[in-house]
């Protein structure tokens, strides 16, 4: 079955402690990006990849990094954690970055809570 | 700069009843258009696409979209809405420039009622 599988579902962690994110997708894609949703902001980019070794921030990359070292993952790391980071993240992959035909696959997020 | 707007933050329909959720854009060459459904605890999933042809496009779940060029327009609609239908969801259209970039709306948030 074609998927993006995001780990952990849920995540409370403390200010400052570094966590990764983990995101797969088995479907080949080269493009991939991370989004946060917040209430009364939508869906915020915040990076994306456009094949492996090739990442690019997004609209609020401040607080994250990523990797892309293989096609099938693209990590979310958070060195150091704060409350403001407390957000449903989304990954998500597709064929090419933009494409009309080959629409964007979501994972089912990761709920972050920070204390 | 291109935009989506999704005038409705919430709206409750009764099962049963007919639905139009609104998008309007901001873009200046033929916009790519897309509306993705996100279902309580799970990850966004397309619903339909338009960019060129007939301006009624039908989507999964019953769903279908018209795009109108002069009102800028391109609402959901589904005739008749199931209790499994309350979900968030999201217009965005596609920058098909050098960034191909998409461009979200907020979100409409659906209730239904029984």
């Known amino acids: 079955e074609a998927q993006v599988t995001q780990n952990p579902r849920y995540l409370i962690t403390v200010t400052g402690k570094k966590l990764t994110v983990t995101c797969s997708q088995n479907?080949?894609?080269?493009?991939m990006s991370w989004y946060r949703q917040d209430p009364g902001l939508g869906l915020r980019q915040i990076y994306y990849s456009m094949n492996v070794e090739v990442t690019d921030k997004g609209d609020v990359p401040e607080g994250y990094k990523v990797s892309r070292k293989e096609k099938r993952n693209f990590p979310l790391i958070l060195e150091s954690p704060s409350p403001n980071q407390t957000s449903l993240y989304f990954c998500?992959?597709?064929?090419?970055?933009?494409?009309?035909?080959?629409?964007?696959?979501f994972g089912n997020g990761t709920r972050l809570t920070v204390t | 700069a291109q935009s989506v707007t999704q005038p409705d933050i919430h709206i409750t329909v009764s099962e049963g009843a007919s639905l139009e959720l609104r998008c309007n854009y901001s873009?200046?060459?033929?916009?790519?258009l897309f509306w993705y459904v996100q279902s309580p605890g799970q990850g966004l999933q397309l619903l339909l696409k338009?960019?060129?042809?007939d301006t009624l496009v039908q989507g999964i779940k019953g769903f279908e979209a018209e795009f109108k060029r002069s009102q800028s327009s391109f609402n959901l609609r589904k005739p008749s809405v199931h209790w499994s239908d309350a979900a968030e969801y999201f217009c965005a259209v596609l920058n098909a420039g050098n960034n191909r970039k998409l461009i979200w709306g907020l979100g409409t948030s659906l209730a239904v009622n029984p």
């Open positions: 479907m080949n894609h080269e493009y």
């Open positions: 873009y200046g060459a033929t916009p790519y």
């Open positions: 338009y960019f060129s042809g």
């Open positions: 998500a992959s597709s064929l090419s970055r933009g494409s009309y035909n080959s629409p964007l696959h």
